[in-house]
């Protein structure tokens, strides 16, 4: 059984950064893709960041390019989303998931964790 466990979510203020993490257990880490969602209140959850296996490809949602930044540690069995510039329209419930394809889309992914959330404040 794969498990997903996000943190590093918080309370911060406009214009500050934070670092998330999701650590999954299992031996999968290594084979998959890994990416970032968000769910905010009243609101569909969606695509934030994805990276390949071995990190050399990442993709993100045009709303974060440029202020967050995607990244791995296979040794680690840990992926990393940094959050820079926050905006209080980043305030959400954020995920990571494991799946098998760099990807957009929510099918793609096998796997969720439980999810972070990040609070901006104006």
């Known amino acids: 059984q794969v498990q997903l466990v996000e943190s590093g979510g918080g309370l911060v203020q406009a214009g500050g950064s934070l670092r998330l993490s999701c650590t999954t257990s299992?031996?999968?880490?290594?084979?998959?893709?890994m990416g970032w969602f968000r769910q905010a209140p009243g609101k569909e959850r969606e695509f934030v960041a994805t990276?390949?296996?071995?990190?050399?490809?990442?993709y993100y949602a045009d709303s974060v390019k440029g202020r967050f930044t995607i990244s791995r540690d296979n040794s680690e069995n840990t992926v990393y989303l940094q959050m820079n510039s926050l905006n209080p329209e980043d305030t959400a419930l954020y995920y990571c998931a494991a799946g098998g394809s760099a990807s957009m889309r929510e099918a793609e992914y096998n796997y969720w964790g439980q999810g972070t959330q990040v609070t901006v404040s104006s």
């Open positions: 990276i390949s296996v071995f990190g050399r490809f990442t």
């Open positions: 299992g031996r999968t880490f290594s084979r998959s893709v």
